[in-house]
Every structure is written in structure tokens, then in C-alpha cells.
Nanobody
């Protein structure tokens, strides 16, 4: 079992940057694919991207491509989401999640495949 805790959210002006962190404890961190998602009220939780166990493979959805970068530090049991050039439409609750990865290069884009979720951190971008 993996326990995930996000941090780094807050209020930022449009055009600014934030780096979210997600610290993990419990099971072996390097056994999991890590994903970042976001959700706004009344809408489904959308994947922004994910990173493989070895950090050698990343995937970004259309929502996450270009301005967002996912990285991980397996020694620190932490995954990061760097967000640049933030826009008001990026306002959401951001979640990290973990899914078992069968191979070091595995990725996972299906939200239902993620077994463990953080509590979320609010990001608000003002215009």
C-alpha cells in the first residue's frame, strides 16, 4: 500500500509557475507508475500525464503537454509536477496517483487503474 501526500498548490497569477510535489510512503516507490490528474467541480478527473517506474518514459495528455513536466526522484520517494505559464483554466484540484507498473518502462493512462490517490492540492490561477 502507498500513502501519497501532495503539496505546493496555492494562488498564482496567470503566466506564473508552480511546482507540485507528491511524497510517498509505504510500499516500494519504484514499483509504481506515478500519474498527475486534475479535477474541477462538476467534471471528471483528467489525466495530465504519468511517469514510468524508472522515469525513462513519460506520457502527457493534451491538457498536460507543453507547459507541464513530470519528474520523479525514487531516492526521495517523490514525484513532481512542474507547471509553467499557468492560465486561469488550469484552476483545479490536482492529484497524484500510483499504479502498479509491471515493467520499468510501463505507463498508465487509465484513471481506474490507479490504486492509490493523494488527497489533492488546490491550484488557483488568477487573471
Amino acid at each position: 500500500q502507498v500513502h501519497l501526500v501532495e503539496s505546493g498548490g496555492g494562488l498564482v497569477q496567470a503566466g506564473g509557475s508552480l511546482r507540485l510535489s507528491c511524497a510517498a510512503s509505504g510500499d516500494t516507490f519504484s514499483s509504481y507508475v506515478l500519474g498527475w490528474f486534475r479535477q474541477v467541480p462538476g467534471k471528471e478527473r483528467d489525466i495530465l500525464g504519468c511517469i514510468s517506474r524508472s522515469a525513462g518514459t513519460t506520457y502527457y495528455s493534451d491538457s498536460g503537454k507543453g507547459r507541464f513536466t513530470i519528474s520523479r526522484d525514487n531516492d526521495a520517494n517523490t514525484v513532481y509536477l512542474q507547471m509553467n505559464d499557468l492560465k486561469p483554466e488550469d484552476t483545479a484540484v490536482y492529484y497524484c496517483a500510483a499504479a502498479r507498473g509491471p515493467h520499468e518502462a510501463s505507463i498508465e493512462v487509465r484513471a481506474f487503474a490507479y490504486n492509490y490517490w493523494g488527497q489533492g492540492t488546490q491550484v488557483t490561477v488568477s487573471s
